[in-house]
């Protein structure tokens, strides 16, 4: 399949640029689009064979429900069975915005298109792009991050060029997503509000609104030995992995910097370079191994901005394994370390407390 590539300007686009990619999604073709979280993936909603067609193109498990894009507040009860009080007063805080709530499904919502669930992810993004679009091609958007399965999530068209050209119809190139990881998705079907991934929309915000809210405990696993059950389905895959393995190293700076130093120091030796994920403040302390920096730690956005950019960048290097510095005290860190976790398959390293060992 040949994949048309189309180039649009965020800050200055004709709504008629997008009427291709809208042609295509109304006839059950799959675009990609840039969102402010990451790039979607997108395919009509209510066409379960579009649906298919996303999980084939991204190599994605059919049990891992996809999120349903939406241009107007008013269009969550065509998607849902019931829709709380509570989901109006978060919407009119948080969208359209990096916020996914999840809900009973109505009985139009294919369960193709929500991984054999009788609950739906509803979201309403605020890139005017991804609003346009959704808004001109008159369906409801089914689209999952833009990204090959197990792959960090595209925050570039690069970045589903290099996953996905050839597999999909069209790639909306509309430059660099404005956050950078995956919303919050909060799941407002039980008694208390669940966070079930966490987002660039902090649990305080949602509790702001909502009074009570509380993380899902799938979120705050810190280790691979702790058994928990996955109530977001797509929280019990691997993910966001660059090719070589990854280490996160924690502790105090100037420790962290030490061991990697040693480390990447013993490696030169054996004829080996290693990778390291640092920061504007730290990359000067380096000695050896490729460093990148991800962002700078005074401006936590920046850091969310370049982490899947950063991951990506490694593995056109060839280095036989990673080490990154944690994020835990950045303000997006839940966020930024549920992901940077799961790239390094929950191995964090703690010099500081003696020998190096795997948690
Ligand atoms: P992605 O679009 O790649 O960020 O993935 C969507 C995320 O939303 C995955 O983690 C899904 O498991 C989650 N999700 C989508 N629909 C539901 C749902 N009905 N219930 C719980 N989680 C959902
Ligand atoms: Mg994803």
Known sequence: ???EIIKVDREHFEEEELEFAAECLRNGKLVAFPTETVYGLGGNAFDSTAAARIYAAKGRPSDNPLIVHIARIKDLSELASEVPESA????EAFWPGPLTMILKKSDRVPETTTGGLDTVAVRMPSDPIAAALIRRSGVFVAAPSANKSGRPSTTKAEHVIEDLDGRIDVIIDGGASAIGLESTIVDLTGDVPLILRPGYISAEQLADVLGEVRFDEAVLKRSPSEPVVA???????????????????EGKPEEVVRYINSVAAKSAAEGKIIGILATEETKRYYTGGMVFSVGERKDAETIAAGLFD??????ETGVSVIYSESFADNPLGTAIMNRLLKAAGYHILHPDKGEAEYI
Not at 88 to 91: G, M, T
Not at 233 to 247: E, I, S, T, V
Not at 310 to 315: A, E, S
């Open 88 to 91: 109006y007063r978060l919407a």
């Open 1 to 3: 399949m040949k994949t």
């Open 231 to 249: 109530r977001a389905p797509g929280m019990k895959y691997r993910h966001y992995a660059p090719k070589a393995p990854l280490f996160i190293v």
């Open 310 to 315: 950063t991951l990506r960048g490694f593995d």
